[in-house]
């Protein structure tokens, strides 16, 4: 982009594009550990698309919007038909995980899908410490459980260093999240 383009935009434009796209590459990552479990038959797990609609008045695309809430990030099936759900979140605050990060469809529908059986999880990724954790549904409802107690609106980065089997830190194996290492 030459200077000209540059100008054609508020100064505060790149810092909106960055914070929309927040979290892509992180998912773009979690893609590519995905087709290696599908080579490796370990699963077929797919990012959903989000549904994305768009008006048109006098010719010209206006008031994009998403058409319905989305369920989670990704879904498919494990070895032996275990059903996988999760959803991916990114966050660059070091110290904590902001709870507003993740919407209350995507708490519910993690909630039901661990309640019938299926493989849930979320993973979050610290950006300014380059870590992943990988918490179980249920371990991540009682993390939501103890900041309503503690009248918190975030999850403090401690309670994830604690690490136990449902609260993960994810290894990099070849560049990659392994967050299905233990299957």
């Known amino acids: 982009m030459n200077k000209k383009q540059q100008n054609r935009y508020p100064a505060n434009h790149y810092k909106n594009l960055s914070q929309k796209n927040r979290g892509m590459t992180f998912e773009k990552l979690i893609e590519r550990s995905c087709e290696n479990y599908k080579i490796l038959k ?10 994305i609609g768009v008006q048109s008045q ?4 206006v008031n994009p919007h998403f058409k ?3 369920t989670v ?3 498919g099936i494990l070895k032996g038909g ?4 999760f959803e ?3 966050t660059a605050i070091e110290t904590n995980f902001p709870l507003k990060n993740i919407k ?3 708490i519910d529908y993690l909630r039901l899908h661990d309640q019938l059986g299926g493989c849930s999880f979320i993973l979050i990724r610290f950006s300014a410490l380059d870590k992943i954790f990988k ?3 249920r371990e991540f409802e009682k993390m939501i459980q103890e900041c309503a107690a503690d009248n918190r609106k975030s999850i403090p980065i401690g309670r994830f260093v604690e690490n136990s089997h449902r609260c993960n830190l994810v290894i990099m194996k070849h560049g990659l999240p392994d967050f299905m290492e233990e299957l």
């Open 42 to 51: 370990v699963g077929i797990i797919q990012k959903l698309p989000t549904s």
């Open 58 to 61: 006098n010719g010209k695309l």
């Open 68 to 70: 319905e809430k989305s």
């Open 73 to 75: 990030d990704f879904m």
């Open 82 to 85: 275990i059903s996988i759900a």
């Open 88 to 90: 991916a979140k990114e």
């Open 104 to 106: 209350q469809h995507q």
């Open 135 to 137: 918490v179980e549904y």
